[in-house]
């Protein structure tokens, strides 16, 4: 146990001294940060205004349209259609919309067309359309004599409110703010076990051809020395992650202290956050970040490191054993993609089925099966999952993980000491018979 004391050390120590580690770990949520700024600056930028010709042989419908930030429209009905193709052609519009003069509009509603040089976007074709059909459906009304301003009045729009059983008003949206913080956990996880599985895989590839494993395992079972690595890396990687955790609950309680909003799930502090939210300015976002807080914060936080052990042992034992079997990293990218695939389903299942049904049979077995678990497990949780379904999930990684290592250590301590060969997939399953 000394021995494997000592590498966890010695990996550990390698890890958390590289100054890429240390950069990384203090520069990467500024990055975050920067990143989410930056993108949020472009969304507010105008883009530059495009200006649309419009040839309307009927006069009825070249009214209708209004200009907006992006759009212009110009009513240029009276100029031949041959010259305002060759403007688009020289890119003097962004594009032509023709309506035809038509016996009746059935035949318009099948006549119309917009020339450009690109395609136009789906959401812009449709306002185009929008706007004709309401003109259209308008005029149909006041041929068959009906009023439309009566059928405009009896339209009814609906807003439905929402509110909690306890009494307290609940909010739209919430449901897609959980899903983006299971989400979140759920691919940093994926990341992160490939990550550091690779810097796994790297170590061993480094130390098996610079032939200082040979040195090594003559005072260490490779058993010793897979479990070693896998457990020093993780801890460097935890290390990082709770650090992250801290700079993150530090810029939240800063941000709640900015808004006003008193931290606690319930009691007076929750009735005194609803009533300021409800007769102060920025009302919506204090309710949202109460909301948050009400949020099982402890059990996200705590699945999440385990769910990030778990995960990374099981995963890691398979970097670890592709490292010892090859000599390259590029003789390890055939072994690669099946490993990577269970995380990227785990990722999809969870945005996809998550998102719709939190507590249905998908979304739950896929929660259960330790290689896809630490991410779907970690969307569902911010939904309020049952105790004993998380550890059962627990419960099954470990176990899992128990079984693989043993396999996975079959395959290290032959493929160790093997070079100069590129191995296959049958001499791996016949490794694990020796």
């Given amino acids: 146990m000394s021995k494997i004391v000592l590498i966890i050390r010695r990996?550990?120590?390698?890890?958390?001294?590289?100054?890429?580690?240390?950069v990384m770990t203090?520069?990467?949520?500024l990055l975050f940060v920067g990143i989410g700024v930056f993108v949020g600056y472009l969304s507010t930028m105008k883009s530059e205004l495009k200006t649309i010709a419009i040839h309307d042989e009927t006069g009825r419908f070249v009214n209708?349209?209004?200009?907006?930030?992006?759009y212009k429209y110009v009513d240029l009905s009276k100029t031949d259609l041959k010259v305002l193709k060759d403007s688009i052609v020289?890119?003097?519009?962004?594009?032509l919309l023709i309506i035809p003069n038509a016996e009746n509009n059935a035949k318009l509603q099948k006549g119309i067309q917009f020339v450009s040089n690109d395609s136009p976007s789906?959401?812009?074709?449709?306002?185009?359309?929008?706007?004709?059909?309401?003109?259209?459906?308008?005029?149909n009304f006041q041929k068959a004599g009906l009023d439309t301003l009566?059928?405009?009045?009896?339209?009814?729009?609906?807003?439905?409110?929402?509110?909690?059983?306890?009494g307290e008003e609940a909010l739209k949206g919430l449901n897609e703010i959980k899903i983006i913080i299971g989400g979140a956990f759920g691919y940093l996880i994926m990341m992160f076990i490939i990550l550091y599985g690779n810097m796994v895989m790297r170590s061993?590839?480094?130390e098996k051809t610079s032939r200082i494993i040979e040195v090594i395992i003559s005072s260490v079972k490779p058993f010793q020395l897979m479990m070693g690595k896998i457990i020093g890396t993780s801890l460097a990687g935890i290390l990082q992650f709770l650090i992250w955790a801290l700079l993150g609950l530090t810029a939240m309680f800063i941000l709640s202290g900015m808004l006003g909003v008193h931290m606690g799930a319930s009691g007076t502090a929750g009735a005194?956050?609803?009533?300021a939210a409800q007769h102060t300015s920025g009302s919506e976002m204090q309710m949202y970040i109460k909301e948050l807080w009400n949020l099982p914060i402890a059990t996200i936080l705590i699945s999440f490191i385990i769910y990030f052990i778990g995960g990374y042992f099981l995963y890691s034992s398979f970097y670890a054993s592709i490292g010892a079997a090859v000599d390259n990293e590029t003789d390890s990218q055939q072994f690669l993609l099946p490993i990577i695939m269970p995380l990227i389903l785990g990722v999809y299942i969870g945005f996809f089925t998550v998102m719709n049904d939190p507590h249905g049979t998908v979304a739950t077995v896929f929660s259960m099966i330790p290689l896809t678990s630490p991410i779907v497990m970690m969307m569902r949780i911010p939904f309020g999952v049952p105790m004993w379904q998380i550890i059962l999930s627990m419960v099954i990684l470990f176990g899992t993980f128990l079984g693989v290592v043993w396999f996975a250590a079959k395959i290290y301590r032959v493929g160790i000491l093997m070079y100069g060969k590129k191995p296959t997939w049958r001499e791996l399953i016949k490794w694990l018979r020796y």
Avoid: M, W
């Avoid at 990996?11 to 240390?22: C, G, L, P």
């Avoid at 020289?90 to 594009?95: D, L, P, R, T, V």
């Fill in 204 to 206: 061993v590839i480094e």
């Fill in 11 to 22: 990996e550990f120590i390698a890890k958390v001294r590289n100054k890429s580690f240390i």
């Fill in 272 to 275: 005194q956050a609803v009533e």
């Fill in 150 to 166: 009566a059928i405009k009045n009896a339209k009814a729009t609906v807003s439905i409110s929402l509110e909690k059983a306890s």
């Fill in 90 to 95: 020289s890119e003097s519009y962004e594009g």
């Fill in 26 to 29: 203090f520069l990467s949520p």
């Fill in 122 to 139: 789906v959401s812009f074709t449709e306002g185009l359309e929008d706007v004709i059909a309401k003109k259209i459906t308008s005029e």
């Fill in 64 to 70: 209708e349209f209004r200009n907006d930030e992006e």
